[in-house]
């Protein structure tokens, strides 16, 4: 157990110590981070804040993890997948930042690389760990084998994490937040299941996103964006598969979840009513739905710290099931 404090805490002092040296070379270089005109009008001000702090977490997590935990081919898994989707947002935000735009890699772009990186996380998992293609059912102390449909559940997974975290990213310190509470809880199972390695990298994340939020708080100083963003929501997703709980980070994500929900409501709602109405017609005011409180009145602060308590709440429940596992 002293190892993930260890490796929490060098996390932590790596990115604190890091931060403003990256930071200032962000804002010297003028990478800054450009604006949708259709967000609301209090993000306007944030346009030119420095992104691609995601960096900052990579560094931390990367050092931290090989420093403490054992070199498996679990952590290696782990690791390929946390800076292979890094480099894929670091070409995103790159792009956005040359084309002084909003707009990076296309979608087919982003989606090919994350799904190469999926397909090669599942070849391994098959062939060399062997740990086979069932999962676990939370509260159901059972599992179910998904056999030839394993690798195609498994692209679902990172892609879908790696999504949702980036949309979850929106808000001053929302994503770095609810990430804290996610690997936390995802350390606490991976430890009692003997993953200690995988509880190392866990705990390490925690840390650097902690560290990362002392300047990713409102108003934020640095963004991660896609660069930092993919690269938690794969690694996560990565967490679930090395240990056949993917149902588990879809509660305990859930906060994650329901970002990406929001937005796929919103746009397949537009889409019919558009066929049905001629005029495309909408769900929320503005997704993913941490816009729609904002456009609602909330404050952008109380709107990340309401969040955070969901993501709690849900850690909770996420344990619960657990505990009927075990």
């Known amino acids: 157990m002293i190892d993930l404090i260890f490796a929490a805490t060098i996390a932590l002092i790596i990115t604190l110590l890091t931060g403003p040296f990256l930071i200032n070379w962000l804002r010297v270089m003028k990478f800054g981070q450009s604006i949708r005109k259709v967000g609301p009008q209090s993000h306007q001000k944030k346009a030119g804040t420095p992104t691609m702090g995601g960096i900052i977490i990579i560094l931390a997590v990367v050092i931290a993890t090989l420093a403490i935990s ?3 081919q679990e952590v290696v898994l782990a690791l390929f997948v946390l800076l292979g989707y890094g480099f894929l947002g670091l070409l995103d935000d790159s792009i956005k930042i040359i084309k ?3 707009e990076g890699l296309t979608s087919k772009q982003k989606l090919l690389g994350q799904i190469i990186i999926a397909g090669i996380l599942a070849f391994f998992v098959l062939t060399r760990l062997e740990i086979g293609t069932d999962i676990l059912i939370p509260y159901l102390q059972r599992s179910i084998d998904l056999g030839k449909l394993f690798i195609p559940f498994v692209i679902v997974v990172l892609v879908g994490a790696s999504n949702a975290v980036n949309l979850t990213d929106g808000l001053d310190g929302l994503a770095a937040g609810v990430t804290i509470i996610v690997t936390i809880t995802y350390a ?3 430890y009692q299941f003997g993953a200690s390695d995988l509880a190392i990298f866990s705990t390490a994340i925690a840390g650097a996103c902690l560290g990362f939020s002392w300047f990713n708080s409102h108003p934020a100083q640095v963004f991660m964006g896609d660069t930092g963003s993919l690269a938690l929501g794969g690694a996560l997703a990565a967490l679930s598969v090395l240990t056949k709980t993917e149902l588990f980070l879809f509660i305990i994500g859930g906060v994650y979840v329901m970002e990406a929900t929001s937005v796929m409501i919103q746009v397949a709602y537009f889409k019919i009513t558009r066929r049905l109405y001629q005029e495309g017609r909408r769900v929320f005011k ?4 941490h816009h729609h409180f904002e456009k609602s009145g909330w ?5 990340v710290v309401r969040f955070w308590i969901i993501a709690i709440i849900l850690s909770l429940v996420g344990l619960l099931g657990f505990a009927k596992l075990s």
Do not use: F, G, R
């Open 100 to 102: 002084k735009q909003n």
């Open 188 to 190: 606490y199972i991976l």
């Open 286 to 289: 503005m997704t993913p739905i």
């Open 299 to 303: 404050a952008e602060s109380k709107v």
């Open 70 to 72: 054992e070199i498996s």
